[in-house]
């Protein structure tokens, strides 16, 4: 049985840092695509990472390129998201998922379509103030 198990909010001061884990059981890994969505009260869930664990590629949302990193640690089946320059717009509960059939699409549109990911953790909720 897969499982996503996000780890890492909390409440942080804008400007601040947190870093986001999502550690991975249940499936052998191969080149998928990983991704962190966030959703505030209210609105819709968005895209806010991904990453191709085969090949490295990373897409950012607009909002907090230059901000935020997403990484991978294969050894540990482990995504990261590393959060600095944090924002109160940043308020939201963040979730890791996974599509376990494919890569990333080389556009990026994974970012934009939630329901491509066939597989979500239970979220983290991360509230910046101001």
């Known amino acids: 049985q897969v499982q996503l198990v996000e780890a890492g909010g909390g409440p942080v001061q804008a400007g601040g840092s947190l870093r986001l884990s999502c550690v991975a059981s249940g499936y052998t890994a191969g080149s998928d695509c990983m991704g962190w969505f966030r959703q505030a009260p209210g609105k819709e869930r968005e895209g806010v990472a991904v990453?191709?664990?085969?090949?490295?590629?990373?897409y950012f949302a607009d909002s907090v390129k230059g901000r935020f990193t997403i990484s991978q640690d294969n050894a540990k089946n482990t995504v990261y998201l590393q959060m600095n320059s944090l924002k109160p717009e940043d308020t939201a509960m963040y979730y890791c998922?996974?599509?376990?059939?494919?890569?990333?699409?080389?556009?990026?549109?994974?970012?934009?379509?939630?329901?491509?990911?066939?597989?979500w953790g239970q979220g983290t909720q991360v509230t910046v103030s101001s």
């Open positions: 998922a996974a599509d376990l059939r494919r890569s990333c699409r080389l556009d990026g549109g994974h970012l934009y379509v939630p329901s491509w990911f066939n597989y």
């Open positions: 990453i191709d664990t085969g090949s490295g590629r990373t």
